[in-house]
């Protein structure tokens, strides 16, 4: 990558993951979680997500779910690599996070966990705080910015005028260095939203949890 | 209408909305929003929303906002019915929405409000509970349900295998009859995500508010 798209992807993506998953949502058209995609040697779907993978041209190394959303063909072409859980009480994307996991693997970037139902969005986005607490590193990329899982007092990547919002979950004595509109102790998810980065980083500081959402591209 | 499509529309939407604000999202394209588009008599667009709407072959009543994503040909084609509001400190949505209120207008439905940036989504989906404390009747219908602000004990209609979500927003003692999965004093997004409507209607006890996703669609 060009080094300026190398700087665009630190400012969304903290850590190199090791694994990526891909929901059942809008498969990927933005060229950061495609590429991210394309440079992942493991690849684990969920379930009907392995269909538009493999639509793309791109092959599952693991297939996580409970297997009722994967096509005929896909079923039997990639029987070797299907993980069946069958189990109700966690949805697919929490199931190939905790097969990766229990496979030792710390780091993992999410792609398709958006679009389509907006429950499931809603869902998949406040799930990354639970993986956050099983000791996970993880980062959800959409088709225009990644959501990353923070808490307590934090240093982030960014560049001037990325579009910045964030979300707050439990944390109080919120405040921040480096973003247009200084952050306070806010609850509702529309107060936190709207923000924008002045320089190439910004540091929040907080005590308790919070989601960061940054965009790819800056404002015009 | 068919009498079943009565029924359904009934169980997304709990009232005839006087005015339809069309946001800056994706454009609907789910025959219910459409038909509730076309249905009405004051359509208000959120500035770049109108671009969508004119596309679509109808026509605004009103545009609210700062007008900086309103196509050259639009704002001469409708520049009786642009109402400029250029302040900061609210979204376009929020502006339509007050701009309905302040002529009396109570019940009023939101399309185009989701899609896109994902931040944008989250935020107009919790202004909902904004516009309910203004004392308005609000729902959002996207392409696959729609978003209902509630507050205490109240009842609502639905059908068979109808899927629901309940996002808790500050309610506690949260209790349900006619959910296929009880509620419980829940605060995290996605454990309140993937119920069912078991009959015709179902009931939430709590006190606080809560926002209730219902889908269109009967789970196969």
Tied chains: 1, 2.
Excluded at 41 to 49: M, P
Excluded at 116 to 138: A, C, F, P, W
Excluded at 174 to 180: A, I, K, P
Aim: with cysteine.
């Amino acid at each position: 990558m060009y080094p300026e798209k190398e700087e665009r992807l630190q400012a969304v993506l903290p850590f190199m993951p090791e694994a990526i998953v891909v929901g059942n949502g809008d498969f990927p058209s933005h060229p950061f979680p495609l590429a991210m995609l394309d440079a992942s040697t493991c690849v684990v779907c969920c379930d009907g997500g392995a269909n538009a993978l493999v639509e793309s041209g791109r092959v599952p190394s693991w297939i996580v779910g409970d297997g009722d959303s994967l096509s005929e063909t896909n079923r039997v072409r990639f029987h070797d690599r299907i993980h069946r859980i069958s189990e109700q009480e966690t949805n697919d994307q929490t199931k190939a996070v905790t097969f990766l996991a229990a496979k030792g693997i710390r780091r993992i970037a999410l792609v398709g966990a958006t679009g389509k139902r907006e429950d499931h969005t809603l869902g998949n986005i406040s799930l990354l705080m639970e993986y956050q607490r099983m000791g996970l590193e993880v980062a959800m990329l959409t088709d225009y910015g990644s959501f990353v899982p923070a808490a307590d007092t934090e240093e982030f990547a960014g560049f001037p005028r990325q579009q910045v919002s964030v979300f707050n979950v439990d944390a109080v004595q919120l405040r921040s260095e480096g973003l247009r509109y200084p952050l306070y102790d806010f609850h509702s998810w529309w107060q936190g939203t709207l923000n924008e980065v002045t320089g190439h980083s910004f540091r929040i500081q907080a005590k308790g949890r919070y989601l960061v959402y940054r965009t790819y591209e800056a404002k015009k």
